[in-house]
């Protein structure tokens, strides 16, 4: 690659032309004054895509990064080229003997490529042994145009074949090692071809020179797939296949779909579908989305369902790291893809394919469906949150806690501020948590997570630790309860007095206390200690035995210390159920103007019900008028934890 094309796939024009003229985004382009002529209305366009710019104004100049630093700093190319180098951070050698030498070589390998590509194409289309590479194609519904197009091939089942003829075409052997194509023998007596007996798909840079080779095999023979080794022209995490006849289509629709393979491809064109590409064998990388970059700022992958199946069930993103490298899904993470987007500034999206299905598969059998699903890839958040939500049961503690795990931490790496918390407050509503509790609880997951990790050690829940009962505001009143159920008279009454229903089962957020309770109130002045005790299933008598023993070391309080303490933990109870009625309701007031739902009205009665309610409890609370005692006192009483 020249110098200036290293510089030009590094630079984005409409990131250098910023740092001179104010640009403001105007659909997929951005507009600016024109820094070369005076204007007042904006006509100095520059296009991401094409990399380029042009004032549609008085002075009519455009052209390329370079043209617009000559003009705009007044130099001349050279100039522009060291400006530029250095911006890029790309160095410029000298044309030492050495990096002629180099530029030579490589201009000798893809030469070499090249007569292979057509080597191979011609002993596909024209060999006898050709014909197994010949029925599979036919087999897999691949044309004529298309074996044209792409230069398809074969590769004789021979060890010396190509080498041989590449020789007699006068070519060195060092070159030819070099290029990949023929492999060194270990014990130094001659070398063999690396492809053998295989059907081969020339993978072409941007520019549509053949730098390396697919290989896939045409019987049992493993690996199936081969490809050419790294080499001075072919490195496979810079390549995307397919691009050099993709980009016209991916610029024209703003659009680029990378699916996992060449078939996929292969498949596309043949039904008038260019604008998908395919990473080779690996996950995607930043270079291959940066190159992408300079032809369209939308992305679409590919995924197979099982591939999301999996994403979903696996336990942690580490697993599903190495997993989906394992498994060839140009995928390299979520958060991954998440942080290139966001560095990138560009939109990538998820395309999830039925089960069992390819898009190859899709394409030849229902090239409809596939713009349905491309129409309907969705943000890669979205994509997550679909994937990890649908296979947990968000009713349950442990289910919210699973999907808080999983996802907070793919929230977190997203870029933009405004996106981020429209993520956080999706999953607040969805888990009917608030905000802040999750942001806080994230951060002190994240950084245990981290320890955990780095020591290798397996992240594990602390089984419940039955000695570490404490004895809270459901517990204290529970307690009193049992110890004196008379005094439930006086807590119902004040309860009625603001304006709400008496105590009720559903007060106790905690399970075991509420199903205690809910035995103690059905039986209320039927049955003894003993005889309810017996009642309870038995996995809640431990607590029940602790409930009876009261809140260790406490002093005993007379009767009317206990209505009291009772009467405000009673209020305080329901206070705090009303409180989390007015949170889960403000997430259905939100998800309701997001859908324009007609709910609105009626969830605004209910709010104001609550709200009243509330504001009613806490008069009373602060009126500080039961048996006169002061809120300092209450919080004094032995045994209560509020
Ligand atoms: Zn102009």
């Known amino acids: ?82 400006l530029l180098a250095r911006r890029a951070g790309v160095s410029l050698k000298p044309q030492t003997e050495a990096n002629q030498a180099e530029d030579k070589l490589k201009k000798r390998l893809r030469e070499i490529n090249e007569r292979a590509a057509e080597y191979f194409h011609n002993l596909l289309l024209n060999s006898i042994a050709g014909e197994t590479a010949r029925s599979y194609l036919a087999q897999r519904e691949i044309n004529r145009e298309t074996i ?14 190509l080498g041989d003829h590449l020789q007699g075409r006068g070519y060195q052997r060092e070159d030819i090692l070099a290029a990949g194509l023929i492999i ?3 014990d130094g007596s001659g070398h063999y071809d690396r492809f053998r007996g295989r059907l081969i798909v ?22 199936k797939y081969i490809n050419s080794p790294q080499t001075p022209v072919f490195d496979k995490s810079t390549i995307l296949f397919g691009l050099d006849l993709a980009k016209g289509a991916i610029r024209r629709e703003g659009l680029a779909v990378i699916v996992e393979g060449y078939m996929d491809v292969l498949m596309a064109h043949q039904h008038g579908i260019a604008n998908l590409v395919a990473s080779m064998g690996t ?27 999996h994403q979903a069930t696996l336990r942690s993103m580490a697993l599903a790291q190495e997993t989906l490298a394992q498994r060839v899904v140009p995928v390299p993470t979520p958060r991954g893809l998440i942080k290139y987007e966001s560095r990138l500034d560009v939109d990538i999206r998820i395309i999830t394919l039925p089960q069992g299905q390819d898009p190859d ?7 409809a469906l596939w713009a349905r699903l491309v129409e309907n890839a969705l943000p890669i958040v979205e994509y997550y949150f679909e994937a990890i939500t649908s296979e947990l049961d968000l009713d349950s503690p442990k289910g919210k806690a699973e999907a808080v795990r999983r996802l907070m931490p793919i929230i977190q790496e997203i870029g933009n501020a405004v996106e981020r918390t429209h993520y956080v407050q999706k999953l607040a509503r969805l888990v009917r948590v608030d905000e802040k509790t999750l942001l806080d609880q994230a951060g002190v997951k994240s950084k245990r997570a981290k320890r955990h990790h780095e020591h290798g050690e397996e992240e594990e829940e602390a089984p419940p630790d ?12 529970l307690s009193t309860l049992l110890e004196r159920p008379h005094l439930l008279q006086g ?111 009626e969830y605004g009665q209910m709010m104001n019900f609550y709200l009243s309610a509330k504001w009613r409890i806490d008069q009373a609370l602060h009126a500080n008028s039961f048996f006169g005692r002061s809120e300092a006192n209450l919080r004094r009483t032995p045994g209560l934890v509020a």
Not at 361 to 367: H, L, S, T
Not at 466 to 471: N, S, V
């Open 466 to 477: 039955r000695e570490k009962f404490t004895f809270g505001l459901e517990e204290y009143c």
């Open 1 to 82: 690659m020249s110098v200036v094309d290293e510089i030009k796939e590094r630079l984005d024009i409409v990131e250098v032309i910023s740092s001179y003229v104010a640009l403001k985004k105007a659909g997929r382009n951005y507009k600016g004054i024109c820094p070369f002529h005076a204007e007042k209305t904006p006509s100095f366009v520059v296009f991401p895509d094409t990399q380029s710019w042009h004032c549609f104004g008085a002075c009519g100049t455009g052209g390329d990064v370079f043209s617009f630093i000559e003009r705009q700093e007044n130099l001349d190319f050279a100039g522009a080229l060291r």
């Open 361 to 367: 598969k899709v394409i030849r059998e229902d090239p």
């Open 148 to 161: 044209n197009r792409f230069q398809l091939g074969y590769a004789l089942d021979d060890w010396q074949a």
């Open 283 to 309: 996950a995607l990388t930043e270079t291959q989305l940066k190159l992408l970059k300079r032809f369209s700022q939308r992305f679409a992958l590919a995924l197979d369902a099982d591939a999301a199946g």
């Open 491 to 601: 807590l119902d009454d004040a309860l009625r007095d603001v304006g709400v229903d008496g105590l009720k089962a559903d007060d106790f957020a905690q399970a075991e206390n509420r199903a205690i309770f809910a035995s103690w109130w059905e039986s209320w002045g039927t049955k003894d200690l003993g005889d309810l005790r017996e009642e309870l299933d038995p996995a809640l008598r431990p607590r029940f035995d602790l409930l009876l023993e009261g809140p260790r070391g406490a002093p005993p309080t007379n009767n009317d210390q206990a209505e009291e303490a009772l009467i405000k933990g009673g209020l305080r109870l329901r206070q705090r159920k009303i409180q989390k009625l007015v949170e889960e309701l403000r997430f259905l007031q939100a998800d309701a103007g997001e859908l324009g739902g007609a709910a609105i009205a």
């Open 184 to 186: 060194e023998r270990e």
């Open 202 to 223: 020339p993978i072409r840079d941007e520019r549509g020179g053949v730098v390396g080779f697919g290989a896939r095999a045409l019987d049992d023979s493993t690996p």
